[in-house]
């Protein structure tokens, strides 16, 4: 398995931690460090990493924030990549086996590092199990593809209309 990981500055002093516990559990990991390269905030690390996951160059990935919220919602704006926030060993089992998410997050400011460790080992261990999930795994994404169809409707009519929840 080949995971890609990457952090804002919230996130540095778990990313080795996380690094360390990958390199035990014998999985090759590439550090993409973003940041060494140029000024960006998390918005632009999460999608980078996201990018790379969706052209298959990493199996999977781990995003680590403040919250871990964030660098989510980011991850989720690539087409084909799925990304949840995990801060407990049974939740990042989840979101591999029911819901087959290749990016984890994390949120430095939440997580200790042991827990974090175990989450990650949990996570890194667990596969997608499909049975039951198949399908609404299926459903998200015909629904991810309707909203494509949708958005490139609208641009191609010059339509601007933008929807919010909150």
């Not at 690539?78 to 049974?90: K, N, P, R, S």
């Not at 400011?109 to 974090?116: D, K, S, T, Y």
């Amino acid at each position: 398995m080949k995971i890609a990981i990457d952090c804002d500055d919230a996130g540095l002093p778990l990313k080795q931690a996380i690094i360390d516990q990958l390199h035990a559990l014998n999985v090759e990991v590439t550090d993409l460090n973003l940041s060494a390269q140029r000024k960006v905030d998390y918005p632009d690390i999460g999608y980078n990493l996201a990018k790379k996951i969706a052209a298959k160059e990493f199996d999977r990935g781990i995003l680590i924030c403040g919250t871990g919220l964030g660098m989510a919602m980011v991850a989720n704006k690539v087409e084909g990549v799925f990304a949840g926030t995990c801060h407990d060993v049974f939740s990042a089992e989840r979101l591999c086996k029911s819901n087959n998410a290749q990016v984890l997050t994390l949120g430095a400011r939440v997580i200790g590092p042991e827990l974090a460790k175990m989450t990650v080992a949990a996570w890194v261990k667990s596969e997608f199990e499909a049975g039951r999930s198949l399908p609404k795994v299926q459903r998200m994404r015909e629904l991810e593809q309707e909203e494509l169809a949708q958005t490139k409707e609208g641009s191609s009519s010059g339509s601007n209309a933008k929807t919010s929840c909150c």
